[in-house]
């Protein structure tokens, strides 16, 4: 589906960078993430993860795997995790073991909505055929897991990713920022709040599987530009309430009560709005007078009109992929973008 993001005009296009690892250890903020923006690019500079090894540890343990490749700076040999503890040294290994395994679950979205430098042309998989099957018949390929190549001089590429235009993306375990509140760029803020506003309809989910994430992103597509927009337009009032250096993970809470207080209540109020609006079609459609009995020709007992209005209600707020929200003229039409989420999530 990834013809769906080249239709889009360039201005319309957002691309988000993982600034808080190798891998998006949150379920729901993958989720999120692959909702909303076009590409996320995730960075694979070995020097986060000796960065993580010094301030945080694994509990359970992980063999070290041989599909994992560490590219030296130049042509240094140097082990680049000699320098580390022994317990460090651990986590460095059942980290990167941690990101083989996020990256073979989710291979789908590589290439598609992820971007990195781990694999050839972001193929974790490598399919080889191994016999052609007769007609009718199914093909045998001999699949394997392609070598994940991690470096210390990466860190260049992450800097150009980011003064492209990218929007930084932080997860619970960053290790350093060097940004200011009053400093952030408009399209942080923006991407900030937008994934905020969409974990107010999601459900309280653990994982999407890929598939689901792809079909979703599919049906949304016209939706997700205005939903931007409406972002964008929200992000400078939000800006002006933030005090002047304040940290990423102030921001982060000052972010769910800008939502809470200016986002929630419009989302309200719009799905109020169509709930009478389709009432009062159904009612256009039947006898004005609620006390007729509508008799079904199915052999069911004949229904009020009350019943009749409730029922159509119940049909069209149900999950149909054909049946999105349509976009209203109201000034805040980009946020039908969360209601069509919620019906295609839940």
Same mark, same amino acid.
């Given at each position: 589906?990834?013809?769906?993001?080249?239709?889009?005009?360039?201005?319309?296009?957002?691309?988000?960078?993982?600034?808080?690892?190798?891998?998006?250890?949150? &379920?729901?903020?993958?989720?999120?993430?692959?909702?909303?923006? =076009?590409?996320?690019?995730?960075?694979?500079?070995?020097?986060?993860?000796?960065?993580?090894?010094?301030?945080?540890?694994?509990?359970?343990?992980?063999?070290?795997? =041989?599909?994992?490749?560490?590219?030296?700076?130049?042509?240094?040999?140097?082990?680049?995790?000699?320098? %580390?503890?022994?317990?460090?040294?651990?986590?460095?290994?059942?980290?990167?073991?941690?990101?083989?395994?996020?990256?073979?679950?989710?291979?789908?979205?590589?290439?598609?909505?992820?971007?990195?430098?781990?694999?050839?042309?972001?193929?974790?998989?490598?399919?080889?055929?191994?016999?052609?099957?007769?007609?009718?018949?199914?093909?045998?390929?001999? *699949?394997? *897991?392609?070598?994940?190549?991690?470096? %210390?001089? +990466?860190?260049?590429?992450?800097?150009?990713?980011?003064?492209?235009?990218?929007?930084?993306?932080?997860?619970?375990?960053?290790?350093?920022?060097?940004?200011?509140? =009053?400093?952030?760029?408009?399209?942080?803020? $923006?991407?900030?709040?937008?994934?905020?506003?969409?974990?107010?309809?999601?459900? &309280?989910?653990?994982?999407?599987?890929?598939?689901?994430?792809?079909?979703?992103?599919?049906?949304?597509?016209?939706?997700?530009?205005?939903?931007?927009?409406?972002?964008?337009?929200?992000?400078?009032?939000?800006?002006?309430?933030? $005090?002047?250096?304040?940290?990423?993970? =102030? *921001?982060?809470?000052?972010?769910?009560?800008?939502?809470?207080?200016?986002?929630? &209540?419009?989302?309200?109020?719009? +799905?109020?709005?169509?709930?009478?609006?389709?009432?009062?079609?159904?009612?256009?459609?039947?006898?004005?007078?609620?006390?007729?009995?509508?008799?079904?020709?199915?052999?069911?007992?004949?229904?009020?009109?009350?019943?009749?209005?409730?029922?159509?209600?119940?049909?069209?707020?149900?999950?149909?992929?054909?049946? *999105?929200?349509?976009?209203?003229?109201?000034?805040?039409?980009? %946020?039908?973008?969360?209601?069509?989420?919620?019906?295609?999530?839940?």
């Amino acid at each position: 589906m990834d013809q769906i993001n080249n239709v889009k005009p360039q201005f319309a296009k957002f691309t988000g960078i993982y600034m808080s690892g190798f891998y998006i250890n949150n &379920p729901r903020l993958l989720t999120v993430m692959c909702l909303l923006f =076009d590409q996320v690019y995730l960075p694979n500079h070995l020097e986060y993860v000796i960065e993580f090894s010094k301030k945080y540890k694994f509990i359970d343990s992980r063999d070290f795997n =041989d599909k994992i490749v560490i590219e030296p700076m130049h042509d240094d040999t140097t082990d680049p995790f000699a320098h %580390l503890s022994t317990t460090q040294r651990n986590t460095a290994n059942q980290y990167l073991q941690a990101v083989m395994k996020f990256s073979i679950h989710h291979y789908k979205l590589f290439g598609e909505i992820i971007k990195s430098d781990f694999f050839p042309d972001d193929e974790v998989l490598k399919a080889e055929l191994v016999k052609k099957g007769a007609p009718g018949e199914k093909n045998t390929y001999n *699949v394997s *897991v392609n070598s994940m190549t991690v470096t %210390l001089e +990466n860190q260049e590429r992450t800097t150009n990713i980011l003064e492209s235009g990218a929007i930084p993306i932080f997860g619970k375990h960053h290790i350093r920022q060097q940004m200011q509140a =009053d400093k952030y760029p408009s399209k942080f803020l $923006t991407s900030l709040l937008a994934m905020k506003s969409i974990d107010l309809v999601l459900p &309280p989910i653990k994982s999407v599987e890929p598939e689901i994430i792809l079909q979703a992103r599919y049906n949304l597509r016209e939706y997700l530009p205005l939903f931007w927009a409406e972002m964008l337009r929200f992000s400078q009032k939000f800006k002006h309430s933030l $005090t002047p250096g304040t940290s990423i993970d =102030d *921001v982060i809470i000052e972010s769910n009560d800008f939502v809470d207080v200016h986002i929630r &209540p419009i989302i309200i109020e719009i +799905n109020h709005k169509m709930v009478k609006d389709r009432e009062t079609r159904f009612k256009n459609l039947i006898s004005p007078n609620p006390k007729d009995k509508i008799h079904l020709s199915i052999g069911n007992p004949g229904s009020t009109q009350l019943e009749l209005i409730k029922a159509g209600i119940s049909l069209e707020t149900g999950m149909d992929y054909h049946n *999105v929200i349509p976009r209203s003229n109201a000034d805040h039409s980009g %946020l039908t973008f969360l209601l069509n989420l919620s019906q295609l999530v839940n």
